[in-house]
């Protein structure tokens, strides 16, 4: 069983900053790929970010240079460090892991999301 945990949602002006986080187990975070998706209102759920097993990482060109991905092995946990946010950044994002080379495209498994909003 694979859990993901996302906190670290919330409301932020635009240019500003949040770190999302993803809490999961040592398993998880030793065997498989992690990612960030996004879905906005009324849109198909996207790609953000995503670190594969081994430390290459990813990211969507509408997040390249803001945002950045990383993890945290002692304490299990994946983050994304947002700056300089925009009104077209809000949407509930979601972590998510896979074991076999989706983590961009169709991930195996989801947390269950968090908001963020970013206010003009």
């Known amino acids: 069983q694979v859990q993901l945990v996302e906190s670290g949602g919330g409301l932020v002006q635009t240019g500003g900053s949040l770190r999302l986080a993803c809490a999961t187990s040592?398993?998880?975070?030793?065997?498989?790929?992690m990612g960030w998706f996004r879905q906005a209102p009324g849109k198909e759920r996207e790609f953000v970010a995503a670190?594969?097993?081994?430390?290459?990482?990813d990211y969507a060109n509408s997040v390249k240079g803001r945002f950045t991905i990383s993890g945290d092995n002692a304490k299990n946990t994946v983050y994304l460090q947002m700056n300089s946010l925009k009104p077209e950044d809000t949407a509930v994002y979601y972590c998510?892991?896979?074991?076999?080379?989706?983590?961009?495209?169709?991930?195996?498994?989801w947390g269950q999301g968090t908001q963020v909003t970013v206010s003009s």
């Open positions: 998510a892991a896979d074991p076999d080379g989706r983590i961009t495209t169709m991930p195996s498994y």
């Open positions: 040592r398993r998880t975070l030793g065997r498989y790929s």
């Open positions: 670190v594969w097993n081994g430390g290459p990482t």
